[in-house]
């Protein structure tokens, strides 16, 4: 079992900046990709980032490149996701997953998900 709390959502205006942090626990080891998807209302979840926790290697869907960057802390066991430039269209909850082997595009080949945390960009 792999436990992921995420943190750092909220309610900003557009142009601003936040930076969301996915805390793992439990037997974690073997679980090389990590990353982020998010569900707006109404709308399928879908790829935002990833890194792989061994070589840092990322991967970052076209609607966000350049303006999300993934990393991580091996040492907490955690990876960030910093956004900026936010835009209308970024509101979504963002959920923080994980899965063994590569990163994927789809979401139903991950293993664990978390809770997810809500950002709001107001235009």
């Known amino acids: 079992q792999v436990q992921l709390v995420e943190s750092g959502g909220g309610l900003v205006q557009a142009g601003d900046s936040l930076r969301l942090s996915c805390a793992a626990s439990g037997r974690a080891f073997g679980y090389d990709t990590m990353g982020w998807f998010r569900q707006a209302p109404g709308k399928e979840r879908e790829f935002v980032s990833t890194?792989?926790?061994?070589?840092?290697?990322?991967q970052y869907a076209d609607s966000v490149k350049g303006r999300f960057t993934i990393s991580r802390d091996s040492a907490k066991n955690t990876v960030y996701l910093q956004m900026s430039s936010l835009k209308p269209e970024d509101t979504a909850v963002y959920y923080c997953t994980t899965r063994q082997g590569g990163s994927s595009w789809f979401a139903d080949s991950y293993d664990y998900w978390g809770q997810g945390t809500q950002v709001t960009v107001s235009s």
């Open positions: 890194i792989m926790r061994s070589s840092g290697s990322t």
